[in-house]
Nanobody, 120 residues
Framework: QVQLVESGGGLVQTGGSLTLSCVAS????????MGWYRQTPGRQREMVAL???????AYGDSPKGRFRISRGSDKTTMALQMNSLQPDDTAVYFC??????????????WGQGTQVTVSS
């Protein structure tokens, strides 16, 4: 099984920056996709950014060029650099891993979340 731990959240002012980190333990496969999702009370969980094993990236609609996702060289760590933060970026941010072992169904893992609060 894969376990994920997020860190790096905190309180920042509008226009500030934060970098979130995720560390995975357990087997991470070459077909794995890691990503960041965020959620606020009363809203659906939103995809923020995704990164493949080889470093290819994709972004959701919300970051609009302000965020950058990356994956460590060991493929078990992931970071989200967030710049020009705005109050509507306030959310709990979750680390996610999706992968598939041979002859088995897709596996989906989630971290516990890290709080990001952007003050007005």
């Amino acid at each position: 099984q894969v376990q994920l731990v997020e860190s790096g959240g905190g309180l920042v002012q509008t226009g500030g920056s934060l970098t979130l980190s995720c560390v995975a333990s357990g087997p991470i496969l070459s077909n794995s996709v890691m990503g960041w999702y965020r959620q606020t009370p009363g809203r659906q969980r939103e995809m923020v950014a995704l990164v493949t094993y080889d470093g290819s990236t994709a972004y959701g609609d919300s970051p609009k060029g302000r965020f950058r996702i990356s994956r460590g060289s060991d493929k078990t760590t992931m970071a989200l650099q967030m710049n020009s933060l705005q109050p509507d970026d306030t959310a709990v941010y979750f680390c996610n891993v999706r992968q598939r072992r041979p002859n088995r169904s897709e596996e989906d893992y989630w971290g516990q979340g890290t709080q990001v609060t952007v003050s007005s």
